[in-house]
């Protein structure tokens, strides 16, 4: 049963290096491919961004507090899934 327990911190910091990697990612095709999708979507997914060096920090603190705030969430239910689901029948048949 505890085999299959995720452990908080390892899925927030794997999510939170993979939720800097791909902003950083956005954030610079963004620079390469300007495009006027990525103007509002940055703007409504992380408040107080703008195109500056302190808007991408704003928006990569925000990637990152979603991503910690999806381990929260996430690891609790699932750890919670794993032990109901995991409990052996505690009816035996008999031949």
């Known amino acids: 049963m505890g085999k ?4 908080l911190i390892r899925v927030a910091s794997a999510l ?4 800097a990697i791909t902003y950083t990612v956005c954030y610079v095709w963004h ?6 999708f990525t ?3 940055f703007a ?13 920090v704003t928006g990569l603190g925000w990637s990152l507090a979603y991503s910690a705030y999806v381990a ?24």
Do not use: E, T
């Not at 299959?4 to 452990?7: E, F, I, K």
């Not at 939170?16 to 939720?19: E, I, K, L, Y």
């Not at 620079?31 to 006027?36: I, K, N, T, V, Y």
């Open 44 to 56: 409504a997914a992380f408040p107080g961004f703008s195109w500056s060096v302190i808007g991408f």
């Open 16 to 19: 939170m290096v993979f939720a």
């Open 72 to 95: 929260v969430v996430f690891v609790p239910v699932y750890n919670l899934c794993c032990r109901v689901g995991a409990q052996p029948n505690q009816r035996r048949i008999r031949r």
């Open 4 to 7: 299959y327990r995720l452990d």
């Open 31 to 36: 620079g390469l491919a300007r495009s006027p």
């Open 39 to 41: 103007d509002g979507f």
